[in-house]
């Protein structure tokens, strides 16, 4: 039994947006998807960190967790700034209840329990880049409790904590989750959303008492991280 990680999936066979467009790296990226994705076995867990389809709505979105669904094992799926086809847990589930999809789970207001730890975690926010009004701060501010819930759901266990925004990375810092992370003692935190030549700005390895890990897709060469406790 294994834990692994991995962000921004960015799957196209609902929505044709394929991220081949961008070259480099992502050329071909579901074949490398698929092959990275085969050392995950039926009772592993696997933690998906947001931007997983490009899809607008669940409808459109049908074929990409089709694919979702052909991972083995349990698939813990957090929300990313890209994730248009997201509306309510209740809604996500009924539709992979109508499509026969098993082992897909909302991480959000809420845990998972993996070996005596605790999956934790929720997209987060940029809201220090978009302090244009109101909504960002509702949306901040929104994102600050539903990670707060998460961890307060955990009790006493241990914590893991899985975020879509880096709360972290060079020229920016986020105090708030990073003061959420200290006040429940938490002491892994992974992330996503960083591409490119964003990989050399995010903060990886161990800052003030926390390893930070980035896990995008094409950080990680499109083969998920196995997360050893």
Known sequence: MALYAIGDLHLCLGAPKPMDVFGGAWTGYMAKLKEGMSVIGPEDTTVLLGDLSWALDLAEAGADFSWIDQIPGRKIILKGNHDYWWSTAKK???????????????????????????????????????????????????ELMRLETSLQSAGDLPKLVFLHYPPKYKGYTCQEILDLLEKYQVRRCFYGHLHGGSHSLALEGLWEGIEYRLVSADRLNFRPLRINL
């Open 92 to 142: 996500f589930y009924d539709f992979c209840k109508a499509q026969g999809f098993s082992n897909q789970f909302i991480l959000n207001n809420n845990h998972y329990e993996y070996e005596g730890w605790a999956i934790c975690g929720t997209r987060g926010w940029f809201y220090e880049e978009s302090r244009s009004g109101q909504h960002d701060e509702k949306v901040f501010k929104r």
